[in-house]
């Protein structure tokens, strides 16, 4: 989901000034990288809740895989790899030319044609600078609050492979009193990846400007096992929610053709939704991404992890389409399933550059509600996913010509 904020401004592009061929310390700095991120690499949670010997369960290790790999926006080739490879012989798959990955699943009929989209890209950073002593300055790709980004470790994804960095912070003992009331902007803040005066980070990192950065965050199956932990739930559980139904629609008849779609930068202004949609041309389109849950401390709101499908009745990106909207409902009745409803003041969906592609596509936003979206630890329930997936199949397969046409 993106944020209504000012488009984050880019950097000045630098070009890099005398920089050397990687040396053995850069090889370190990237094995160290690679390492941290090894150790929990091998399909386990990371907590190392499942007994050892136990099965591996193709879902987990599907939605692990999908939040481990990198895409900051514009840089989200790494997500569209793996979902790819989940999509083999599910149907045809082709590329816009920016980068969305699109599925193309035949049922019974050419048409309809019905687009399920899911954003690839996760909110992350981009290198503005290095400073003379080695600190990274960086900018947001997508909405950011400063509070969720101090002391957090990220990835910077150079040329010749990830750099592992902290973001640096005051200890509390040196914070005078106006300082602490403050919420530090993203601009004001610094990566520190390993600087000191005696290693010259600018020569042995190769990290230039607009290289990409990412959350540096292990999937993790909570206590509770339902619960999941990691960062980019926003939006790879769209991308799981569409690559899972037309998975699911194989073998089965549907009266039209289903168009799994991966979109690119979604969280700097829904660019690859625009690009997808003029691919695809879209008679119905359903965009797939999280919804905020309202069911922790200080919040007001009735969503809630484990409370069902959840459906977007409004936000600033666009209104359902009223039939639509019932023919969900009814649906989702039919298969006894609950559905939460969200309306979302200061935020969009892909919904909102689809239903505007050529003379005007019917279409609504569903998705999973998530706690701490746009953080380094957002939190879904598996059920609601699974549920989620049931209920799309199920509209997929109502969604034939007469029934589209009639939506308009
Ligand atoms: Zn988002």
Redesign the pocket.
């Known amino acids: 989901?993106?944020?209504r904020t000012k488009e984050p401004q880019r950097g000045k592009s630098r070009l890099a000034r005398g920089r050397r061929p990687a040396g053995p310390a850069r090889r370190r700095a990237t094995r160290a990288a690679a390492e941290s991120n090894g150790a929990r690499a091998d399909g386990r949670p990371a907590e190392g809740r499942a007994p050892a010997g136990a099965r591996v369960d193709p879902e987990l290790a599907f939605l692990k895989q999908l939040v481990e790999a990198h895409g900051a926006p514009g840089h989200e080739g790494a997500v569209a790899t793996v979902l790819e490879k989940h999509l083999e012989g599910v149907g045809k798959i082709s590329r816009d030319r920016l980068g969305s990955l699109v599925c193309e699943k035949r049922g019974t009929s050419d048409a309809p044609r019905v687009m399920l989209a899911g954003h690839l890209d996760?909110?992350g950073f981009l290198v503005k600078s290095i400073t003379k002593e080695g600190f990274v300055k960086f900018l947001p790709l997508?909405?950011w609050w400063g509070h969720v980004v101090l002391a957090q470790r990220l990835v910077i994804r150079t040329r010749q492979g990830d750099v592992l960095g902290v973001v640096g912070s005051k200890p509390p003992h040196e914070l005078r009193d106006e300082d602490r009331k403050k919420v530090l902007e993203v601009r004001e803040l610094y990566i520190d990846v390993g600087a000191t005066s005696d290693y010259d980070v600018r020569k042995r990192l190769d990290i230039r400007p607009g290289d990409p950065i990412v959350p540096d965050s292990p999937f993790t199956i909570m206590a509770n096992p339902d619960l999941l932990l990691a960062k980019a739930w926003?939006?790879r559980i769209g991308c799981a929610l569409a690559a899972e139904t037309v998975r699911q629609l194989r073998g089965q008849s549907h009266p039209n053709t289903v168009f799994a779609v991966a979109t690119v930068q979604?969280?700097v202004g829904l660019r690859g939704a625009q690009t997808s949609a003029f691919k695809v041309q879209p008679d119905v389109g359903i965009a797939l991404?999280?919804g905020i849950a309202h069911d922790t401390p200080g919040t007001e709101g009735d969503e809630k992890l484990g409370g069902g499908p959840l459906v977007v009745v409004y936000d600033s990106s666009s209104i359902p389409n009223r039939g639509l909207r019932d023919l969900v409902d009814e649906t989702a009745e039919k298969l006894g399933l609950a559905l939460q409803y969200e309306s979302v003041e200061r935020?969009g969906t892909d919904a909102g550059k689809i239903h505007v592609t050529g003379e005007g596509v019917p279409s609504i936003s569903m998705g999973v509600a998530a706690r701490y979206?746009?953080s380094h630890v957002s939190i879904i329930h598996r059920r609601d996913f699974e549920q989620t997936v049931r209920l799309l199949v199920a509209l997929v397969k109502r969604l034939d010509r007469s029934t589209v046409e009639r939506l308009v």
């Open positions: 989901m993106s944020p996760e909110v997508g909405g926003d939006n979604e969280e991404d999280v935020g979206i746009h």
